[in-house]
């Protein structure tokens, strides 16, 4: 071990020990990419340091290199305050956890509050001056900018453990069994330095979110003190929004399912998160996913207004349940005209999906 | 005075205190050491 307040080093003897040190941003490799006013939004500091600069400094534009949830959260937080935003992206679409067709949705919501999207441009590099970063350079343009925000995904924290001998999977973090146990006795590792494993594909995965970290915490503190519990897995389940636009996923998206060799049948549909007579009823969009032959229930993805994301967490409890989409489409939910239509959206969607399978 | 049982956890933010807090209800006899490099916790410790 290593004090950062002096340096000093040491050691401490150790009865059990738990690898809990998390992910961290990825940077890109690009000429400039370690120039001033380029940041990444990994910690609470992080967060704060980036408002500060905004209040102190009054950057006019700022680039958001990445279209993940944590891009478009700063795109929202940059356009309450005023910045003329940009957003590059890699993909066809921003959201990249989701199907393109439903990406799509996200990026005109970012368009229609003024934020400039570049889809499928890749960031070749800063211009900096006085070591001050200027401007963005993709393959196609220069962008100018005084704030540049990396958005570009998160890398486990595993080197520790694996210069301890720990077996890491294909994602390169720690693998872990369904009791937080590494393989070697007394060595637990838990959270985004760590995989778990998914209940559609049923494989391992990687897929570092606060939810998941909390459980596998508790799990392992159970198991290390004594007792016994399991974490049987993840389905995949995430949410986000830009300002009103609310963006749901869970289980497998059309192209993981491809990837995967799965045969789906899928539905689409647009409907709305309240009666449409009711004020402020929404639009959204579902798009949900089942097996062909068996009718198992695949995956869904949500966009849509107020109301509409947290729909997703009954298809959650469905995956988990191994539900057919048949046994889905006449689900007992809650209906009153404030909360959704008499068939919500989701019900719909597994109505014309079983159509499809 | 016996010897406490002694715990490392390396990380201390979601997943390590969560692991902390629920082995301290499985043993009041562990001692736990937690390091953490940064200053704060996040928001889903
Ligand atoms: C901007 C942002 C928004 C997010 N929003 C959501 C959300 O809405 N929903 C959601 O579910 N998840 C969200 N997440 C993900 C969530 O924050 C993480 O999944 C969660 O924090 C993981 O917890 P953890 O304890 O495994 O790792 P971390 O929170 O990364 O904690 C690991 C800790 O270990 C410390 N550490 C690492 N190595 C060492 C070492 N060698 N010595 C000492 N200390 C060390 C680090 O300093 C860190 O504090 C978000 C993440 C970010 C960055």
Redesign the pocket.
């Known amino acids: ?1 290593r004090r950062l307040e002096d340096g000093a080093t040491y050691r401490e003897p150790v009865d059990q020990l738990v690898y ?6 990825r940077w890109l490799e690009v000429p400039g990419a370690r120039s001033r006013g380029i940041y ?4 609470l500091a ?2 704060l340091l980036l408002r500060q600069i905004v209040e102190d400094e009054r950057p006019q534009r700022a680039v958001i290199v990445g279209g993940g ?2 891009g478009i ?2 795109a929202e937080a940059f356009v309450a305050r005023g910045l003329d935003v940009s957003l590059v992206e890699l993909g066809s679409e921003v959201m990249g956890t989701l199907d393109a067709d439903m990406g799509a949705l996200v990026s005109a919501a970012l368009r229609e509050a003024g934020v400039k999207v570049y889809l499928e441009e890749r960031v070749t590099g800063f211009h900096a001056d006085g070591g001050q970063v200027r401007a963005v350079e993709t393959d196609r343009r220069t962008l100018p900018a005084d704030l540049v925000v990396l ?1 570009v995904g ?1 890398q486990p ?1 595993s080197e ?1 453990a694996a210069e301890a001998g720990l077996p890491l999977g294909e994602s390169g973090a720690v693998r872990i069994d369904d009791r937080m146990r590494t393989g070697i006795p007394g060595v637990w590792a ?5 995989e778990t494993f998914h209940l559609v594909s049923r494989r391992p995965a990687y897929i ?7 459980k ?2 508790r799990i392992c503190g159970i198991n290390l003190g004594g007792g016994y519990a399991r974490f049987p897995g993840v389905v995949g389940t ?3 929004k830009f300002n009103q636009t609310e963006v749901a996923r869970t289980g497998l998206s059309e192209r993981e399912a491809q990837a995967l060799g799965f045969e789906y049948g899928v539905a689409r549909i647009e409907d709305r998160t309240r009666a449409r007579y009711y004020p402020d009823s929404a639009l959204m969009v579902v798009k949900l996913l089942a097996e062909k032959g068996s009718g198992r229930l695949l995956g869904a993805q949500i966009v849509g207004g107020p109301g509409a994301g947290k729909r997703i967490d009954v298809v959650a409890a469905a995956l988990h349940a191994g539900m057919r989409v048949d046994e889905f489409m006449y689900l007992d939910l809650a209906y009153a005209p404030p909360f959704s239509p008499v068939w919500d959206p989701l019900l719909i969607a597994a109505r014309k999906a079983a159509e499809q399978v | 005075m016996a010897t406490k049982d002694r715990l490392i956890i ?9 692991a902390a807090a629920q082995a301290l209800r499985m043993r009041d006899d562990l001692e736990i050491i937690a ?4 200053q ?6």
Do not use: K, W
């Open positions: 071990m809990a040190t998390g992910a961290g941003p990444g939004v990994a910690t992080d967060g949830y944590i959260e700063m958005g998160v924290r520790l838990a959270g985004d330095c760590a570092p979110l606060g939810t998941t970290a909390n596998q915490g995430a949410i986000t | 390396v990380g201390g933010d979601a997943a390590g205190m969560s390091f953490e490099r940064g704060h916790t996040s928001y889903s410790a």
